[in-house]
């Protein structure tokens, strides 16, 4: 095994009865790092997570943490935390004693008990609220009390499943630059559930795409942003615009559109609406909607290659719905996919 490899999953397959959920998956993560698990629902985020804490027995494949195989492991073994979505606090209980749960389970008390707990509830920041009774709290303390109480176990990995999804916008952006910071700060290595892509690429030193129980693609945030391989992660990173290739021409709604350029190797070409020239340009389209975004508005056309959505400068003039206009897509401003679904 590699040193890079912290936690691996190696072709690990997980079913519910005889509903495969994860199929052969893959995975390699380093110590330390930030990881955000993203995919649509129901693409098995939830579950692998799951296998992972011990909570869901692995029908194929292996887990391996720090070099030793957890796949059978009891999960109260395995030094795994996990976080749930709906925090899973005890209400009669204080902030303290929320913390002070699994390291008395384990036979701890007295001061050594008293200084990791207070450590642990210093670093999200609620000291002040030590002696509080959690239902007293609000959304986003609650979830740093639920955080206090897996980080205190020491765990070699932190899983956070949609911890975010609960809280409102001003709060989300809180936690999740709360979250970056103590994740740098103690080192500890994360993997964090999300279906929000800009929560991913805000916060991840890798993401991994999920799509029907595997991996669709691993990378930097950047490369997913800016690289997707496929359609299925471009149209999730805001790649509005998709035409598959064939025989060197693009697959359109009417007549091929060859393209002598297209990067060799490639299956899709996929613009952002940026990415597309608006007001000339080889093509002609109708306007379908315009919605303005402050700096920008953005164009729906009805076009005989199919749906186009270009972003222009708000600063242009409007054109009307039912106008025409003239658009083009070039290829030196779009992605090319290596799979074109
Ligand atoms: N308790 C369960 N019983 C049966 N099927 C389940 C159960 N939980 C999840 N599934 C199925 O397993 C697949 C993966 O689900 P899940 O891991 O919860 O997805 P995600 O967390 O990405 O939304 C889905 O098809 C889902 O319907
Ligand atoms: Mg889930």
Redesign the pocket.
């Known amino acids: 095994m590699s040193d890079m490899s912290f936690l691996r999953l190696d072709g690990l397959t997980l079913a519910?009865?005889k509903?495969p959920?994860?199929e052969g998956l893959n995975l390699d993560i380093h110590r330390g790092e930030l990881i955000a698990l993203l995919?649509?629902?129901?693409?098995?985020?939830?579950?692998?997570m799951r296998a992972i804490a011990g909570l869901m027995p692995v029908r194929a494949g292996q887990i391996t943490l720090d070099g030793r195989d957890i796949t059978r492991v009891a999960a109260n073994r395995r030094e795994v935390g996990l976080v749930f979505q709906s925090y899973a606090l005890f209400p009669h209980l204080t902030v303290f004693e929320n913390v002070a749960f699994g390291l008395r389970l384990k036979g701890m008390s007295g001061k050594a008990l008293e200084d990791k707990v207070m450590a642990a509830i210093a670093s999200v920041g609620l000291t002040p609220f030590a002696q509080r009774k959690t239902p007293d709290m609000s959304g986003g303390q609650q979830q740093r009390v639920a955080l206090a109480r897996s980080m205190v176990m020491e765990p070699k990995v932190l899983m956070l499943?949609e911890p975010l999804s609960n809280l409102d916008a001003r709060l989300r952006l809180e936690m999740r630059t709360e979250l970056q910071r103590v994740q740098k700060k103690t080192g500890l290595t994360m993997i964090f559930?999300t279906?929000d892509q800009i929560e991913a690429l805000a916060l991840a030193d890798r993401i991994v795409v999920?799509r029907n129980?595997a991996i669709e693609q691993i990378g930097t945030p950047e490369d997913i942003y800016n690289r997707p391989e496929s359609a299925f992660v471009a149209d999730f990173v805001g790649f509005e615009t998709i035409f598959a290739l064939k025989d060197g021409a693009m697959v359109t709604k009417g007549e091929p559109v060859p393209v002598p350029d297209a990067p060799a190797g490639a299956a899709a070409l996929a613009w952002r609406p940026r990415a597309v020239t608006f007001g000339e340009g080889r093509f002609e389209g109708t306007v379908l909607s315009s919605s303005f975004a402050g700096s920008a508005r953005e164009y729906l056309l009805d076009t005989p290659l199919g749906p186009v959505k270009a972003e222009v400068d708000a600063a242009l003039p409007a054109h009307d719905l039912g106008a025409t206009v003239r658009f083009d897509l070039p290829v030196a401003t779009a992605a090319a996919l290596r799979r074109a679904e």
């Open positions: 519910y009865g509903t959920a994860v995919g649509p629902s129901g693409c098995g985020k939830t579950t692998t499943d559930v279906h999920m129980g």
